[in-house]
């Protein structure tokens, strides 16, 4: 049974209204969650008007420092770098109030933070991973709720699915201004949870931004970017798990037939070449890739490395806090997927360049999903 208190809720009214309008009809049995999230979006009116009033001009000053960015394509393994590089008290990351409440992170969740923490989920829709009240999250949703265009609009909306999808991952048919639209929203974002933080350099890991280094780039020309990759007979399963799992819980209407197989098979060689196509002329203290395997086998030998290469001070401080974290998940029971003979056809006829580059090989009978 889905919550009733769907990330809508964090939307500012006007948003909600018009991807209400803009999206189709709601399925009689999702009127309750669009109900709520209308009901606590207007309850929420005044205070974030009146946050946005007295933080906007300050945020329009504000310089913070340059973000380090977590790349790779979903269930590749972001959410356990993200989890593990967030354990050194250097870095600052959105918090799961942040996410939900994107318009009032400097009022309503500095000021209810105790209680709302209350009311967050045990765990993740998609796998076992814990929430905490200081469980970084990605900026998706938050984004979503602010009205840039996402694909989890398209998670929303399933009817619209690849209209949002292809919007959101690759701003196709996003004018410039949909697109300077996203930069303010995003920026602002950044800058609340920056103040929030502390003011500590922000971790941010986002699978989107793995096609969107260029983008970035002109917001942050000194940001830092880490790409996680993963055996890609795994990332298959796994991702389509992923979105199968959230359209359960998400979708605002009835689910149709959609074809996430293809999607995947499409949009992750397209997002890879993307990132590929970027980081080709960075520097390398400003671009480090890692794979999931080897993060997972030696994990303080590739956290020890991506600090060196990318020139970040602190590792020795902050290794005992990476030591407490990997002690406390050594028990994480991993998501199991049989991978059928046809789902490895799929993935070497679509991505069997990316297969040899990285030098995998195919699995045996069940893969392990990570964190």
């Known amino acids: 049974m889905s919550s009733l208190f769907h990330p809508l809720c964090g939307s500012n009214f006007t948003t909600l209204l018009q991807l209400l309008s803009r999206n189709g009809a709601i399925a009689p049995n999702r009127l309750p969650q669009v109900g709520i999230a209308l009901a606590v ?19 329009e000053r504000l310089s913070i420092a340059p973000p380090i960015f977590i790349l790779g394509y979903w269930r590749s393994g972001t959410t356990h770098l993200h989890n593990l590089l967030s354990q050194s008290e250097a870095f600052g990351y959105i918090s799961p ?55 989890y609009h398209g998670l929303y909306f399933p009817k619209r699915f690849q209209h949002h999808f292809n919007r959101g991952v690759f701003f ?31 971790l941010i890991k986002n699978p989107v931004y793995t096609a969107h280094i260029n983008q970035l780039q002109k917001i942050w020309p000194n940001a830092k970017f880490i790409h996680i990759y ?113 789902s490895v056809r799929l993935v070497e006829s679509h991505w069997q360049a990316l297969i040899d580059r990285w030098q995998y090989q195919p699995p045996h009978a069940t893969v392990k999903q990570p964190l």
């Not at 048919?173 to 003011?199: E, F, M, P, Y």
């Open 172 to 202: 196709e048919g996003c004018d410039a201004k949909a697109i300077a639209r996203w930069q303010r929203c995003h920026t602002r974002l950044l800058k609340k949870v920056s103040l929030h933080q502390n003011g500590k350099q922000l």
């Open 97 to 151: 109030l942040a996410a939900g409440l994107p318009w009032d992170i400097l009022g309503i969740v500095r000021t209810l933070e105790p209680l709302l923490n209350q009311a967050l989920p045990s765990d993740r829709y998609v796998d076992q991973v814990a929430v905490q009240p200081d469980s970084p999250q990605e900026d998706a949703i938050p984004l979503a709720s602010m009205g840039v265009d996402s694909y």
């Open 230 to 342: 993963r055996n890609p007979y795994a990332v298959f399963p796994s991702a389509c798990h992923f979105f199968m799992r959230l359209l359960l819980e998400l979708a605002l209407q009835a689910e149709p037939e959609l074809p996430i197989r293809e999607l995947v098979l499409e949009s992750y060689p397209r997002m890879i070449n993307a990132l590929r196509s970027a980081s080709a002329d960075l520097p390398s203290n400003t671009f480090a890739e890692v794979r999931f395997e080897d993060l997972e086998a030696n994990p303080l030998a590739e956290l020890k490395r991506i600090y060196q290469q990318l020139e970040l001070p602190g590792f020795e401080q902050a290794q005992p806090q990476f030591e407490r974290y990997l002690a406390s998940i050594a028990g994480y029971q991993k998501n199991h997927y049989a991978i059928a003979p046809e």
């Open 41 to 59: 979006s207007l309850a929420r009116l005044p205070f974030s008007t009146l946050e946005r009033l007295l933080t906007e001009p300050s945020l």
